[in-house]
Every structure is written in structure tokens, then in C-alpha cells.
């Protein structure tokens, strides 16, 4: 099956500085990537997603980047905010038209420092 | 919309009661996803379902564990008998085929 690994695990920026999470995943036939940022005691929320077919997606502040040749994966937060302080997980969806799987990263404790 | 709906929201009970999680999916969606989180094991799914079907339960840690699925609108996990290592926050997410899965707002268990 599918195996995805996230570094780093915890993340320390100054406010307004760059933070970058990085993913890696095992099956090459697996073809969209999401995002998700969980607060303090919420649930996961979707905040950026990227499919196999194109390399890079941006929303604003936040960037998504994918290298299918090295099967890795990133996500990029510019001018962070204190409000971006969070735990981010991402996810790799099982391979197959039938799979509905996402198996998700152990994720990154982000802490941006005002 | 009202967005996935998890009942309870907190559930406390003591070694080797039943418990009964309740996950309402967003409707016209068409996948139901059950997971569990701890700081131990991070998130990790349990189980899915597709169209009410069950496709992968690998993820149910043992028979103590089981889910249902009776119509597109409602699905329930229980545990009988529960044990303390239960204690996780429980989460469903449904989705329409392969695309964004939204979650539920989880449910607390805590078992004595």
C-alpha cells in the first residue's frame, strides 16, 4: 500500500519568514495530493490540493509543489501569521480509479512566533 | 449546508461498555471514511465505505470494532467491549468519489 513520510515534524518560524513541509510517498500511480491544517482540538480542513498532471498550484499565501519523477511533494506557506500556527498533514490518494483511500502524512506542528 | 455531522461530541464510559459513534455525511456524497487520531499513531483510517458499501476495513483494529452503513445518510462505529487504549478522538469525513474529503468535527472518547 501506500506510505507517506512529512518532515520535519515541528517547525519554528518568525512571523513574516517562509515554512516549507515536505512529503514524500511510495506509489507512483498515486495521482492527487491534498493538504489539510488542523487547529488545536478541530478538525482536519482541506486547504490546498494538487493533482498528478500539473507541478505547481498556489492560493494566495500558500503553494503547493509536486515532482512525480522523485515522488515528493511540498507545501509552501509565504508571510506566515501567527494565525497559521497549526499542525499540517499531507495525504496521498490510494492509486486506482476505484480507491478512495488518502493515506496521510504524521504531520508538522507549525509555530509561527510573532 | 450543514457540513458532517458527529454525535456525541464527547463520550465518557467505563471499560467494557458499548459505545456507539454516529456520523451523518454531507449530502450527494457518496464515500463515508472513518478515522481515528491519537498522538500516538497520528491519524489512521479504519475503515470506508463507498455507495453504503464497506471497500476496506484492513484498518479496524480488532473485532471489537465495527461499522455500519444502512443508507447514503447515516453511519455508525461501535466498539463492544471498549477498553482504555480506545481512547482516541474519532473522526468521520465523507467525499463524492475521489475528490476533497471533508471531516466532521470528531468525536472525544474517553474510556475509563
Known amino acids: 500500500g501506500e506510505n507517506v513520510e512529512q518532515h520535519p515534524s515541528t517547525l519554528s518560524v518568525q512571523e513574516g519568514d517562509s515554512a516549507v513541509i515536505k512529503c514524500t510517498y511510495s506509489?507512483?500511480?498515486?495521482?492527487?495530493f491534498p493538504w489539510y491544517k488542523q487547529e488545536l482540538g478541530k478538525r482536519p480542513q482541506l486547504i490546498i490540493d494538487?493533482?498528478?498532471?500539473?507541478g505547481e498550484k498556489k492560493d494566495q499565501r500558500i503553494a503547493v509543489t509536486l515532482n512525480k519523477t522523485a515522488k515528493h511533494f511540498s507545501l509552501h506557506i509565504t508571510e506566515t501569521q501567527p494565525e497559521d500556527s497549526a499542525v499540517y498533514f499531507c495525504a496521498a490518494l490510494g492509486s486506482g480509479a476505484g480507491s478512495y483511500q488518502l493515506t496521510f502524512g504524521k504531520g508538522t506542528k507549525l509555530s509561527v512566533i510573532p | 449546508d450543514a457540513g458532517v455531522i458527529q454525535s456525541p461530541r464527547h463520550e465518557v464510559t467505563e471499560m467494557g461498555q458499548e459505545v456507539t459513534l454516529r456520523c451523518k455525511p454531507i449530502?450527494?456524497?457518496?464515500?463515508l471514511f472513518w478515522y481515528r487520531q491519537t498522538m500516538m499513531r497520528g491519524l489512521e483510517l479504519l475503515i470506508y465505505?463507498?455507495?453504503?458499501?464497506?471497500?476496506?476495513d484492513s484498518g479496524m483494529p480488532e473485532d471489537r470494532f465495527s461499522a455500519k452503513m444502512p443508507n447514503a445518510s447515516f453511519s455508525t462505529l461501535k466498539i463492544q467491549p471498549s477498553e482504555p487504549r480506545d481512547s482516541a478522538v474519532y473522526f468521520c469525513a465523507s467525499s463524492f468519489e475521489q475528490g476533497w474529503q471533508y471531516f466532521g468535527p470528531g468525536t472525544r472518547l474517553t474510556v475509563t
Open positions: 506509489d507512483s500511480a498515486s495521482n492527487y
Open positions: 449530502s450527494g456524497h457518496n464515500s
Open positions: 494538487i493533482r498528478s498532471n500539473v
Open positions: 465505505f463507498n455507495n453504503n458499501v464497506p471497500i476496506d
